[in-house]
C-alpha cells in the first residue's frame, strides 16, 4: 500500500542552516507547529516541555550575548569564532528553542519527560516540513553551561532539548548516509548475557 506520509518520512533531511531563508513561517503556521509538537507521548500529561520563538532583532542580541560569554570562558576571540557566534542565532529566519522543563512527579522519572521533548521537537520539525520549510535542529555549546541556557531564557531546573532552525529553502536537502535498516532490529533472544 502506498502512503504519503511513509513517503515524507523515507525522503525527510535537515537543511544547512545558511541556506535557510526568509520568509519564516507565519504566526498561523508556528501555532499549527506548536500544536503538532505537543501531540506526543506525555505520560501523566504533565507537558514537561516549552517552546521559545528567537526572532527577529532577539536573535542578533542573544549572538552578542553569546559571544561575549564565550569570550569570558575562552578570552579573547579570534575574529571568526567571534563572528560565529555573534551568527548562532541569525542565521535563519526563526528559531525555536524545545525546552525540557520536568516537572515533580513521584511516578514519572525525568528522562522520560526529556524524551518526550524529544519527541516534541521531531514532532515540530516534521510538521515543519510539511508546511513547506527546511529545518535543522542543533544544541551546541551554549546548551551545556548554565550561563548560556540563562541568556537563552532558560529556567536553573530547564534543559535543551534542541534549537530548530527554520526557514524557506529551495531545492532538495543534501542526503547523506542512512543506517541500513536491517540491521537496527532483531527479534528478542532471552536475557541478556554480555
Do not use: C
Not at 521559545?52 to 569570550?71: P, S, T
Not at 537563552?152 to 532552525?165: M, T
Amino acid at each position: 500500500m502506498a502512503s504519503p506520509i511513509i513517503d515524507f518520512l523515507l525522503t525527510r533531511n535537515s537543511a544547512p542552516i545558511p541556506e535557510l531563508k526568509e520568509p519564516a513561517p507565519s504566526d498561523t503556521d508556528i501555532a499549527t507547529m506548536i500544536a503538532a509538537a505537543s501531540r506526543v507521548p506525555d505520560h501523566g500529561r504533565l507537558e514537561p516541555w516549552r517552546f521559545i520563538l528567537y526572532r527577529g532583532e532577539a536573535r542578533v542580541e542573544i549572538g552578542k550575548k553569546l559571544a561575549a560569554l564565550a569570550a569570558q570562558r575562552e578570552g579573547p576571540l579570534p575574529e571568526g569564532r567571534h563572528n560565529q557566534e555573534l551568527a548562532r542565532f541569525s542565521r535563519a529566519p526563526l528559531v525555536i528553542g524545545v525546552v525540557s522543563s520536568p516537572k515533580e512527579n513521584p511516578k514519572i522519572p525525568q528522562w522520560e519527560m526529556f524524551l518526550s521533548g524529544g519527541m516534541a521537537a521531531m514532532n515540530l520539525m516534521l510538521s515543519a516540513n510539511a508546511l513547506g520549510y527546511g529545518t535543522n535542529m542543533i544544541s551546541n555549546w551554549y546548551s551545556d553551561v548554565p550561563e548560556g541556557r540563562a541568556i537563552l531564557g532558560l529556567a536553573p531546573h530547564e534543559r535543551v532539548v534542541g534549537f530548530i532552525h527554520i526557514g524557506t529553502y529551495q531545492g532538495p536537502a543534501p542526503e547523506r548516509p542512512r543506517p541500513d535498516p536491517a540491521k537496527l532490529y532483531a527479534d528478542y533472544a532471552g536475557p541478556w548475557v554480555g
